[in-house]
T-cell receptor, first 113, second 115 residues
Framework: NAGVTQTPKFQVLKTGQSMTLQCAQD?????MYWYRQDPGMGLRLIYY???????DKGEVPNGYNVSRLNKREFSLRLESAAPSQTSVYFC????????????FGNGTRLTVT | GNSVTQMEGPVTLSEEAFLTINCTYT??????LFWYVQYPGEGLQLLLK?????DKGSNKGFEATYRKETTSFHLEKGSVQVSDSAVYFC??????????????FGTGTLLAVQP
């Protein structure tokens, strides 16, 4: 059982380049999330998708776009990367409901030079 | 708004020592509370949870009790091992349905256990 799978694991970009981070889950979860993790700041929500066909902004959406391609897949796109987007990005999914926990992927470490 | 405050790390302990990592929260209503653990190079994993006041979550020797009167959810373990070295995150979630019910995380506490 793979759970939540993220690709790539590492990426280096130059300022202004674009890229898409991929995420897929095989747990039939309705909800999917993208977080970024920075030292001393914990996890901050970028975007989330309550269900297939819907997406909403989180705390720090500027500079990012997302696509919920189907129930399994939720991608995060950086159109024009900036050094401030250097971070570790985590995708997560969960069943609907306040008691259900998030299931995380192993993260993508992105460096923008 | 809702928020979570954790003690700052790093916390450095010797093997078999007692562990406490403090977590307090601010929330309206009756949130669910969680502890997640992150091992080096990995994503976060759920360690334990509690969904109502006075509930005790437990897993792998770790425990935390949901204290509404003190708005706290402190993580404890009686005897830590080197393998417990990780970053621990406290989180809360409003106790109503829907993905708009987002998890709010603390900043994390690094635990380093020395042999």
């Amino acid at each position: 059982n793979a759970g939540v799978t993220q690709t790539p694991k590492f990426q280096v970009l130059k300022t202004g380049q674009s890229m898409t981070l991929q995420c897929a889950q095989d747990m039939n979860h309705n909800s999917m999330y993208w977080y970024r993790q920075d030292p001393g700041m914990g996890l901050r929500l970028i975007y989330y998708s309550a269900s297939e066909g819907t997406t909403d902004k989180g705390e720090v959406p500027n500079g990012y776009n997302v696509s919920r391609l189907n129930k399994r897949e939720f991608s995060l796109r950086l159109e024009s990367a900036a050094p401030s987007q250097t971070s570790v990005y985590f995708c997560a999914s969960r069943s609907t409901g306040g008691n259900s926990p998030l299931h995380f992927g192993n993260g993508t470490r992105l460096t923008v030079t | 708004g809702n928020s979570v405050t954790q003690m700052e790390g790093p916390v450095t302990l010797s093997e078999e020592a007692f562990l406490t990592i403090n977590c307090t929260y601010t929330a309206t209503g009756y949130p669910s509370l969680f502890w997640y653990v992150q091992y080096p190079g990995e994503g976060l994993q759920l360690l334990l949870k509690a969904t109502k006041a006075d509930d005790k979550g437990s897993n792998k020797g770790f425990e935390a009790t949901y204290r509404k009167e003190t708005t706290s959810f402190h993580l404890e373990k009686g005897s830590v091992q080197v393998s417990d070295s990780a970053v621990y995150f406290c989180a809360l979630s409003g106790n109503y349905g829907g993905a708009t019910n987002k998890l709010i995380f603390g900043t994390g506490t690094l635990l380093a256990v020395q042999p």
